[in-house]
């Protein structure tokens, strides 16, 4: 696999919305899901979002429900996070990975082996 490769970060102000895309090497069809995690500063790497192989089942962290949601364009091998009402604890690099594992797994960061470099998310006034 290629490394996924993440965009669309940078610095709103609370109430903002992002998209935030990542290129991904995986066909929706090869059996891979693709998940958003996030990590602040001195804070461990906590999962946001997951969309679950080709199926297209979407699963989120409680903290973002109702504001993030996640997608896929299959033509362009995109995923996409669409944040909506930032707000500063959204603060933090944001990565995308891609993992074979079971669902009852997709929340587990250890589950992903195939990880973006990220993308900064800053959300302030």
């Known amino acids: 696999q290629v490394q996924p490769v993440e965009s669309g970060g940078g610095l709103v102000q609370p109430g903002d919305s992002l998209r935030l895309s990542c290129q991904v090497s995986?066909?929706?069809?090869?059996?891979?899901?693709v998940g958003w995690f996030r990590q602040a500063p001195g804070k461990e790497r906590e999962f946001v979002a997951a969309l679950f192989r080709s199926g297209g089942h979407t699963y989120y962290a409680d903290a973002v429900k109702g504001r993030f949601t996640i997608s896929r364009d299959n033509a362009k091998n995109t995923v996409y996070l669409q944040m909506n009402s930032l707000k500063p604890e959204d603060t933090a690099v944001y990565y995308c990975?891609?993992?074979?594992?079971?669902?009852?797994?997709?929340?587990?960061?250890?589950?992903?082996?195939?990880w973006g470099q990220g993308t900064q998310v800053t959300v302030s006034s």
């Open positions: 995986v066909r929706a069809a090869s059996g891979y899901s």
């Open positions: 990975a891609t993992t074979r594992t079971v669902l009852s797994s997709i929340r587990r960061a250890s589950e992903y082996g195939n």
